[in-house]
């Protein structure tokens, strides 16, 4: 869909127009599907690179999964970016490395039957970088793929990244279900100490953190300040924590992807004050958000005051996971405009298939989210969840907004509450639409708290038909 002709063609075509179409599934014409969803996705292109290739091979990479190839797969990126640009590939064997960092028309291409095995050595992510931890700024251990303030970049391929987080990471997080010891091996001091630093408004080049006992997990995939960005076609397994993590970047494609991870914080893509971002056709498997949404935390979110703006996210499959399509809890910055069609999310072990997490230590603007013609098989709380109580809940200077909410289409097929929404007596959520709904076998009465303007059209719950809940 390139412009706004095009789209209207489509919505008068009829069947011929889902035939154009095929991936949109509705074509009735109603204001933002019609107008703002075509101007978005018309921006969103994939960057484009130079038809020539760069073996790692060449640079001194040995397969074997033994030999540490970090400094033979960044000198091939950096003699590709400066050569103008194109494919650096790695091909099919398993290649030990350590971060990884793009350059500015560079495509990292995996190869199928090629596996990057990242190190289990924290030395091998120094020097540190400018990056985010849970929505905050500081200076720690590189993701283990990297980019910043670089133009075309790309990871794609149909081979694995493999982040070995299982056998080493994992334990960083403190909980002895993934090895680690609460008083010894824990995030927590660190995680305390970069709190305290964001409350008082340290510079964040003083935020020095990447030392032997800070444990604060890198990032799997993050451009940083990036324009132009794709990360296609790859297996992701045993990330470190947050696996594609776009921050501050324009103009994002994130497609064909097969994330499965159930580590502690293994969120699958989590674009964090980003512009124009697509999420297209991918395989979420998880143990935390299969997709949440950020822009920031607390004092970081509002400093740099960036929302994640303009988001398009369709024909995705979610099992495992907290929430299938979540927005927060970093989202001090803001979020607005989310478009979601056309996905499939269903698992015992999914919370939520629709979430938002907001607070009164965050109050972020969250407005004018669209979802449609989503598919729910089972979840195991709420179908929709939006939560103002989340962590510090009401603890906090800052009214969390959230308005213009709307969702046609949906069916799910169990669960244990259709709708479980909170907000505050003096910060209701306004204007939650749901239409052409049907929540099937429900266990539960919805919780509805402090919310103004909820409108139900031709919604059955557990068969039943319902005008209001």
Known sequence: MHDRREFIKFLSA?????????????????????????????????????????????????????????????????????????????????????????????????????????????????????TRWEGMELMHLSPLIYAYEETNVAVTGEGTLDGQGKSFFWKWHGNPRYGGIPDA????????????????????????????????????????????????????????MWEVHPVLCENVTVRNLHISTHGPNNDGCDPESCKDVLIDNCYFDTGDDCIAIKSGRNNDGRRLATPTENIIIRNCTMKDGHGGITVGSEISGGVKNLFAHNNNLDSPDLWTAIRVKNNASRGG??????????????????????????????????????????????????????????GFE??????????????????????????????????TVSGKKVVSL
């Open 365 to 422: 603007v969250l407005e004018n989210f669209y979802y449609r013609n989503n598919t729910v098989g089972q979840v195991s709380r709420a179908v929709i969840e939006i939560d103002f109580n989340y962590e510090e809940g009401a603890k906090g200077d800052f009214t969390p907004v959230m308005r213009n909410l709307q969702v046609d289409g949906l069916t799910c097929r169990s669960g244990n509450r259709a709708l479980d929404l909170q």
């Open 14 to 130: 009829g069947a011929a127009g889902i035939a154009l179409f095929p991936k949109l599934a509705f074509a009735q014409s109603d204001g933002p599907w019609e107008n703002l969803y075509p101007q978005i996705l018309a921006r969103i292109k994939p960057p484009t690179f130079p038809k020539r290739d760069f073996n790692v091979l060449k640079y001194g990479a040995k397969a074997g999964g033994t030999f540490d190839c970090r400094e033979a797969i960044n000198k091939a990126i950096n003699v590709c970016s400066k050569a103008g640009g194109g494919r650096v590939v790695v091909p099919a064997g398993v290649f030990l490395t350590g971060a990884i960092r793009l350059r500015s028309n560079v495509n990292l291409y995996v190869s199928k039957g090629a596996t990057l095995k990242f190190s289990m050595d924290p030395n091998a992510y120094l020097p540190v970088v400018h």
């Open 185 to 240: 091996i824990s995030q927590r001091d660190a995680r305390a100490r970069l709190y305290a630093m964001m409350d008082g408004n340290v510079p964040v080049e003083k935020r020095m953190f990447g030392g032997e006992k800070d444990y604060l997990r890198p990032q799997f995939i993050q451009p940083y300040k990036c324009k132009n960005v794709l990360i296609e076609g790859v297996k992701i397994i045993d990330s470190p």
């Open 426 to 459: 003096n910060a209701p959520i306004y204007d939650v639409s749901l239409s052409n709904c049907s929540f099937g076998e429900i266990k539960n009465a919805s919780v509805i708290k402090n919310v103004r303007g909820l409108e139900l059209k031709n919604v």
